[in-house]
């Protein structure tokens, strides 16, 4: 008979469609807490408040990072809303217990420069030179995550419309878009990736990227493409998947675009996650500020002045 971790568990895979790593780490955490709650002499149905907070603590003790204390609290109180909705239990002792405040780090991006250098890099001919290159464009140009890349199918790759549909976190649904350089880049790759297939005589499942066996490429092969390719590269960065996910947006937000929009293009369910990305270049701020604003054109005078700032006499205000 399964227990209620695992009925939880299976009900966020299948219902909920929760990614299988997410689910893996809520089954670690939820089996971490069952076990803490046998050594204190507990049970799922008798916790109170004061045990979850006794497992937090046992948790910081152990040297977890706040991310890692705040991913289980949430896998204990969705655990929680599920027993009482379809088991009976009453109450949720982890309502009210406030999850650790985290230091989020600044995501790793490429500028405009490095970037278009590193998609010029893998400008290279033959199989594995056109896959590359469509595989870095499509990245750039979507901010799609590398599962969302792998996904991908020739028929849901609308070349003509330059778009495409994927399923993100969730299993929520979102439009991506291929700028017109990953729209050459896919259809050069397109001719080698029909003649690999047909060469594999093996069944066609659709994908749009392939590995040289002709069967559809992981996310791990992707990443390890790109390791390939950055070794060369004379920017010290450590380029990942993600990278191109997050220049994708850091250049998007830096150019003026809607923080709202970023956030659609993303899949972000919460703006919260999407504002990271404004910690882009304060000259590019600024110069958008400039193009933008009615009173954005203005200039510094000689230090001493009395007026600090003059208007900038280039038009009429409509031009600006």
């Not at 004061?50 to 705040?70: C, E, P």
């Not at 809303?81 to 780090?105: D, F, H, Q, W």
Request: charged share 25%; proline share 3%; glycine share 10%.
């Amino acid at each position: 008979m399964s227990t209620p971790i695992e009925r939880y568990l299976a009900y966020i895979g299948a219902v909920r469609s929760l990614s299988p790593r997410t689910v893996s780490s809520y089954g670690d955490d939820l089996s971490a807490f069952g076990s803490w709650l046998d050594a204190n002499g507990s049970t799922l149905a008798g916790a109170a408040e004061r045990d979850i907070h006794g497992f937090v603590a046992s948790l910081v003790r152990s040297g977890h990072a706040s991310t890692s204390v705040n991913r289980a609290l949430s896998a204990i109180r969705g655990l929680y809303r599920y027993l009482m909705r379809y088991e009976g239990i009453s109450a949720n002792p982890a309502s009210e217990v406030e999850g650790l405040p985290g230091k989020r780090s600044l995501p790793e991006f490429l500028f405009e420069e490095e970037m278009s250098a590193f998609l010029a890099a893998a400008a290279q001919d033959g199989f594995a030179g056109a896959r590359d290159r469509a595989i870095f464009e499509t990245l750039y140009s979507t901010g799609c995550r590398v599962s969302e890349l792998v996904a991908l199918t020739v028929d849901t790759a609308d070349l003509r419309r330059g778009q495409a549909v994927v399923k993100g976190k969730g299993g929520r649904e979102r439009v991506v878009f291929f700028s017109a350089s990953a729209r050459s880049a896919i259809a050069a790759w397109l001719p080698f990736r029909r003649e690999r297939v047909v060469r594999a005589a093996g069944k066609d499942a659709g994908r749009l990227f392939v590995n040289a066996r002709g069967k559809a490429l992981t996310t791990r092969g992707v990443a390890y493409l790109i390791e390939r390719c950055a070794d060369g590269f004379a920017v010290r960065k450590h380029i990942s998947p993600h990278m191109f996910r997050h220049s994708f947006a850091t250049h998007m937000v830096g150019r003026g675009a809607d923080i709202r929009i970023v956030q659609e293009m993303l899949g972000h369910s919460s703006i919260s996650t999407t504002q990271i990305y404004t910690h882009v270049n304060l000259e590019r701020l600024r110069s958008v500020y400039e193009r933008a604003h009615p009173h954005g054109a203005v200039k510094t005078v000689e230090k001493g002045d009395i007026a600090a700032t003059s208007r900038e006499s280039e038009g009429p205000r409509s031009a600006r």
